[in-house]
């Protein structure tokens, strides 16, 4: 086995450790009774509260430090925009319209790195597209939800294809770290503006505690801080197509596990193991793209 074959193995197991992660956020975002900006600002500043004791306050340019900065404010409306579709609607809603993530990062990519579309990464999306639909028949009364979730999607996809070329040279430490921090100062000036075009349906600014401080600090930990430095260290050697086609086992964790833990009406009949099939068709077809792409690099 190759050095190169060796690191893509490690780079498929910590995208695949960090997508684990990722099905419990919804849990998070359940559990916290708190308007989606207060969550989104308290876990940005506890996040990068626990990160400064792993790398201080590392240096880096100023473009790259504006650069990074930028990335986090995107990840930061991304995540407004997902806790609110599941505030207007469920979890399964907000973790099945996240599956556009795919589609939208088939189309930008190529936009970024300037690059063909490619036909087969469009057509591995629609896949999982279609997966996710066989799971979760769309209802109209989540329609305002089911839009929110849709905006999201597109701005993670934005957020992930910007963060494989802004992250090149940085340390993935370093780059979380002023990602959080620098996109905390962006969206405490962005939540005002988010707030006039999506009203707050309960009260702002609110201090956690009990319970919901506990759930805070465990969010911030294990699915932000453990699963954004996994998700990084995966961007380094795998696309960010890749990534994000992956990322779409994240609804299958988080829709089982809403039907176990919060029983949302939901049965697990025949279409959704069927939508699993078609989810997992797409990454492992993805996989072995990739896996047959650097066999032929060696060749």
Known sequence: ?????????????????????????????????????????????????ILIVF???????????????????????????????????NISIGVVCYALVGFFTALIEPLIYKRRISLVEVAFSLITVAGLLCIFSFDARYRYGIAIGVVSSLVAALYIVLNKKVGEGVRSRTMLFYQLSGGLAGVSFLIPLYLLVFPAQTEVLVIPEGSNLWWMLCHALFCTVCMYLLQIMSLKRLSAFTVNLTYNLEPCYTIALAFLIFGEARELGPSFYVGIALVLLSVLLQTWRVASQRRSLVL
Not at 11 to 17: D, E, G, P, R, Y
Request: proline fraction near 2%.
């Open 1 to 49: 086995m190759t050095k190169m074959d060796q690191g893509i193995k490690i780079a498929f197991f910590q995208l695949h450790l960090s997508v684990l992660l990722a099905g419990f956020t919804g849990m998070f975002g359940k559990l916290i009774t708190l308007n989606e900006v207060d969550i989104v600002w308290y876990r940005m500043l506890f996040a990068s509260a």
């Open 55 to 89: 790398t201080g306050f590392p240096r880096v340019p100023w473009k790259k430090f504006l650069a990074i900065s930028g990335c986090g404010i995107l990840l930061g409306l991304h995540w407004m925009l997902f806790y609110g579709s599941i505030k207007a609607s």
